[in-house]
């Protein structure tokens, strides 16, 4: 069933895990993620960047995902990804999610300020959690670590900015960059553990977000998720894994065609990444 962000994150920010956010954009990746969520009895995040609503559209992707989310008993929450305006995050609102994030964090502290209180504002009136981004957060989703640059240290949060930007937009979650990548850089990433203590000293007990966890060390996830960090977005392990299932479909010669063929394995795959990281993020049998 879908629910609002607060019911499944309150409970990960006390008992120290963290819930998976995973993209889609489709009926295949939709049901990976969720079914994922079924079969390891975790709250899930199921979001959509504004690219995969423009590909899928907005009320087919919300009919997909609501009507999935009728058929598991984990809560789920339908969550707009790097929305970069306050028309999109209306958009969605009046669409059935249940949670924005308002992306404007290359912006000068003052206007992204402006720019998210406007949305929290419109989102608040309905009961909608929204998420808003202090610092920058590079890289492409979707990209592969080909020596991909690093995030540069101006571009991170700066946690002495934190409590006032909260303070000031209202918001009910904060999206840090402390070294994660958008795309899978193995080796480029490394979580600056001393800009996440400073954020947790700064926001007690304040939900925090990662972007960009693929191409992140296992180890390193568990780590993140045991800190006020409760919400981790994964995107491009799971689009590597689907499609290096239909890639290897093709590899074998079959005697009729038939797509379903083709993306019930990448469908399978997909799945099986996001079971793996609910139980890295420690999410696995959490669902109440
Ligand atoms: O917002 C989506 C995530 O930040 C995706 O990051 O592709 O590196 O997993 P990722
Ligand atoms: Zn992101």
């Known amino acids: 069933m879908l629910v609002k962000p607060n019911e499944i994150l309150a409970e990960a920010l006390n008992m120290q895990y963290a819930v998976g956010a995973f993209n889609t954009y489709h009926l295949e990746v939709s049901q990976a993620i969720l079914w994922a969520a079924q079969e390891q009895q975790s709250p899930v995040i199921i979001q959509t960047s504004e690219s ?53 964090g290359t912006e000068p502290l003052e206007k992204n300020i402006a720019i998210v209180k406007e949305v929290v504002t419109a989102a608040h009136q309905r009961g909608v959690w929204v998420e808003a981004e202090l610092g920058a957060i590079l890289g492409v989703e979707g990209a592969l670590g080909l020596g991909g640059e690093k995030t540069p240290e101006d571009m991170m949060t700066k946690p002495a900015q934190a409590r006032e930007f909260v303070e000031k937009t209202g918001i009910d979650a904060l999206a840090v960059s402390v070294g994660t990548i958008h795309g899978a850089f193995s080796g ?34 568990a780590k993140v998720a045991l800190t006020n960090v409760c919400k981790v977005n994964v995107d491009t392990e799971v689009r590597i894994a689907f499609e290096a299932a239909v890639k290897s479909y093709f590899d074998e010669a079959h005697k009729k065609v038939d797509p379903r063929a083709i993306l019930r394995p990448a469908r399978d795959a997909a799945q099986a990444v996001v079971a793996e990281k609910m139980k890295i993020f420690g999410s696995a049998g959490r669902a109440k």
């Open 52 to 104: 995969a609503i423009k590909y899928a559209g907005l009320p087919q992707i919300v009919a997909i995902v609501t009507t999935l989310a009728k058929e598991i008993d984990v809560p789920v929450v339908l969550h707009l990804d790097h929305g970069k305006s306050l028309e999109q995050a209306k958009a969605c609102i009046e669409a059935g999610y249940t949670s924005v994030m308002i992306d404007a």
């Open 188 to 221: 480029q990433e490394y979580i600056r553990w001393q800009i996440l203590e400073e954020l947790e000293k700064e926001l007690p007990n304040f939900p925090l977000v990662v972007h960009g966890a693929s191409g992140i060390e296992a180890k390193d996830l």
